[in-house]
């Protein structure tokens, strides 16, 4: 798999590429926009990302019934998100384990 296979629309409209793009945006954004809170960024970026891929795979020609889905499925898609990232803030304030 190239990295052009890993950025297609196809694997952004996934739940997992949705969810770690989401969250590799946030991260890389959330200090440009200090005062908004990261889970509405989080969020908001889901919900663009959500609605740019559906239009991009063919969500043009899609019922109605599609795109109310899209902001659904952006806040699993966001949740998702910030939860990945506090385990791994979680797992890493922890340091080794002993044992």
């Known amino acids: 798999m190239d990295l052009n296979q890993f950025w297609s629309w196809e694997s952004l409209a996934t739940f997992a590429g949705a969810t770690a793009c989401t969250g590799l945006c946030t991260q890389l954004l959330k200090r440009s926009f200090g005062k908004l809170p990261t889970q509405w960024l989080s969020y908001i970026l889901?919900?663009?990302?959500?609605?740019?891929?559906?239009?991009?795979?063919?969500?043009?020609?899609?019922?109605?019934?599609?795109?109310a889905l899209v902001p659904l499925n952006a806040v699993l898609v966001s949740l998702a998100s910030?939860?990945?990232f506090q385990a791994?803030?979680?797992?890493?304030?922890?340091g080794p384990t002993e044992g």
Do not use: C, E, K
């Open 46 to 67: 889901a919900a663009l990302l959500l609605t740019v891929t559906t239009a991009a795979t063919g969500g043009w020609t899609q019922p109605w019934t599609v795109w």
């Open 82 to 84: 910030n939860g990945a």
């Open 88 to 94: 791994v803030t979680r797992v890493q304030s922890r």
